[in-house]
């Protein structure tokens, strides 16, 4: 999932890379500017990016919720499969890693590379409950997942191992999987949780990837948004880009869909606003509301009904 085609490095390389450097971002609106307006935090108030961001309840009444009302709520099974599903991904990323440090290069066998077994389904369902959905549609939606990420690492591998006959294990996972999963991070610098969790981190070509197991939403981008300003007030380096990744499963194949974008001052501007906004909510205990649209699935949807 967090590797790019042939074409989308292309126009990585060849114009959003270049358009990003060429591009001015506001001093005022990188991370590293922390300590002072418009990042600096109002309300002594912790947020999670994904609840700053997040505008699956146009009113934000889900957030009033939780956060003033103290409701807890219980995760459907849409909520509770895309879990599943990103943690099928972090559990390739970091086996595969631990089997090429193991094993070596030399030990490399690739029929047998990277299989996945029972003790690993059993793993990542053991903790889920689902009331609708199969458990035998799950493994196979695992299989595919785990499927696909093995023969991409085996091709990268084999691209690697034929022109650099001399490299050593870790320069190997370096450059077959340059990518860290649920890099973890402190955003209290920028008044965000101090435990937060990216879903994948390309150092490769960098940029922050963040994966939606559903249908495609423009606030997404302002997630990714809040984890580059995160990493910049952390870290004092740009952090410019960003990448959605959207897959499917369609007649026993894994379809994907990238979003490569820069994180520009209108989506930094966006992610601050609604941070202040929702932060003021639950500061003076503010009820937005019922929503106009209220979608059947959300886990508020009896509290607001």
């Avoid at 029929?111 to 889920?128: A, C, R, V």
């Avoid at 423009?218 to 410019?240: C, D, H, I, Q, R």
Wanted: glycine share 4%; charged share 25%.
């Amino acid at each position: 999932m967090y590797f790019l085609n042939e074409e989308e490095k292309l126009y990585l390389h060849k114009s959003l890379i270049p358009e990003s450097r060429d591009m001015y971002i506001d001093y005022n609106l990188r991370g590293w500017n922390w300590n002072q307006p418009p990042l600096e935090p109002i309300y002594d108030i912790k947020l999670g990016v994904a609840e700053t961001a997040n505008n699956y309840c146009s009113s934000n009444r889900d957030l009033y919720l939780q956060k003033v009302m103290k409701k807890k709520f219980k995760a459907n099974d849409k909520m509770l499969e895309g879990s599943l599903l990103h943690k099928t991904l972090m559990k390739f990323i970091t086996s595969a890693k631990k089997e090429l440090y193991i094993n070596g290069i030399k030990e490399v066998e690739y029929d047998n590379l990277f299989n996945l077994d029972s003790n690993i389904i059993s793993e990542l369902i053991g903790s889920y409950y689902f009331n609708n959905t199969s458990k035998e549609k799950l493994i196979k939606k695992i299989e595919k997942i785990w499927g696909f990420e093995s023969q991409r690492v085996k091709f990268r591998m084999q691209e690697v191992l034929s022109s650099q006959p001399y490299i050593d294990v870790d320069a190997l996972i370096h450059q077959v999987i340059p990518i860290v999963v649920e890099q973890k991070l402190n955003g209290s610098f920028i008044g965000l949780s101090s435990y937060l969790s990216t879903d994948a981190i390309n150092f490769s070509e960098p940029m922050i990837v963040d994966t939606k197991f559903g249908k495609e939403k423009e606030f997404y981008k302002l997630s990714v948004t809040g984890y580059a300003l995160v990493m910049e007030s952390l870290f004092s380096f740009p952090v410019n880009l960003g990448c959605l990744v959207y897959p499917g499963f369609k007649n026993k194949r894994i379809l994907i869909k990238r979003d490569l974008f820069i994180i520009t001052d209108e989506l930094r501007q966006k992610f601050i606003e609604q941070r202040d906004e929702k932060m003021r909510m639950i500061y003076e205990d503010i009820d937005p509301g019922i929503a106009n649209n209220c979608y059947k699935i959300c886990p508020f949807y009896d509290e607001c009904n």
